[in-house]
C-alpha cells in the first residue's frame, strides 16, 4: 500500500505549456504539502493545505497553483511553464501541525521544462 | 534570515562510527527534524529532537543543545545502506519546517 503517491513520476515538456502533477495520500493526515527540491537539494515549502484550506503560502510565483479537492488529494498546476521550474516536486501529509508531527513523502515527480 | 547549516559531504568506513553536524538560526523553535534521503528518492523521517539531549533509536542517536542551536545526528556500525543525504530541519516559532542542504555521506568498505 502506497502511503502517499504522486502522478506522473516524470515530466518532460516545453516552455510555455501548463501541466499538472497529482497528489494522493492514504493515511487519513489532515495536512498536505508541496515542496520544490532544485539541483542544490534545498526543499523548499510552496505550499500545504489543512482541512482544505491554505495554511502557508509561501512567495511562489502565481503560475504555481494548488488545488484540493477533498482531503486525501492535493494537485499542483503550473501555468506558463518557465526552464527554471525543472526541480523534483515533492508531495508530503502530516497527521496535524504539532509537535511531533513527522511528514510522509511521495516518490517525487521529476520535471524537465526545455 | 533564517539559516541552517550543515557540511555539504562527508565520507566513512563501513562498520565505523559518523556525526553529521547541524547549526541553525531561527526565529524560534518548535523541533528539530532529521530525515534521510536516499538518491532518488523522497525524505523518510528518522528522528525528532525538542528538548535538550540525546535520543538513541537503534544505530541511529540525534542530539540536540537549543541553547547552541546545534545538534548531530550519530550514525554507528555504518553500513552500505546508509550512503544518503541526511536533511536537518527545524520548525520555527510559526511552525513552519525550514531545511538545510543536507549532509551527502558516502561509505567506502
Known amino acids: 500500500d502506497t502511503a502517499v503517491s504522486q502522478t506522473p513520476k516524470y515530466l518532460v515538456t516545453q516552455m510555455g505549456n501548463d501541466k499538472s502533477i497529482k497528489c494522493e495520500q492514504n493515511l487519513g493526515h489532515d495536512t498536505m504539502y508541496w515542496y520544490k527540491q532544485d539541483s542544490k537539494k534545498f526543499l523548499k515549502i510552496m505550499f500545504s493545505y489543512n482541512n482544505k484550506e491554505l495554511i502557508i503560502n509561501e512567495t511562489v510565483p502565481n503560475r504555481f497553483s494548488p488545488k484540493s479537492p477533498d482531503k486525501a488529494h492535493l494537485n499542483l498546476h503550473i501555468n506558463s511553464l518557465e526552464l527554471g521550474d525543472s526541480a523534483v516536486y515533492f508531495c508530503?501529509?502530516?497527521?496535524?501541525?504539532?509537535?511531533?508531527?513527522?511528514?510522509?513523502f511521495g516518490p517525487g515527480t521529476r520535471l524537465l521544462v526545455l | 534570515g533564517q539559516n541552517i547549516d550543515q557540511p555539504t559531504e562527508m565520507t566513512a568506513t563501513e562498520g565505523a562510527i559518523v556525526q553529521i553536524n547541524c547549526t541553525y538560526q531561527?526565529?524560534?523553535?518548535?523541533?528539530l527534524f532529521w530525515y534521510q534521503q536516499h538518491a532518488g528518492e523522497a525524505p523518510t523521517f528518522l528522528s525528532y529532537n525538542v528538548l535538550d539531549g540525546l535520543e538513541e533509536k537503534g544505530r541511529f542517536s540525534s542530539f540536540l543543545s537549543r541553547s547552541k542551536g546545534y545538534s548531530y545526528l550519530l550514525l554507528k556500525e555504518l553500513q552500505m545502506k546508509d550512503s544518503a543525504s541526511y536533511l536537518c530541519a527545524v520548525r520555527d516559532s510559526n511552525y513552519q519546517l525550514i531545511w538545510g542542504a543536507g549532509t551527502k555521506l558516502i561509505i567506502k568498505p
Open positions: 531561527t526565529s524560534g523553535f518548535n523541533g
Open positions: 508530503a501529509s502530516s497527521q496535524g501541525t504539532g509537535d511531533q508531527e513527522t511528514q510522509y
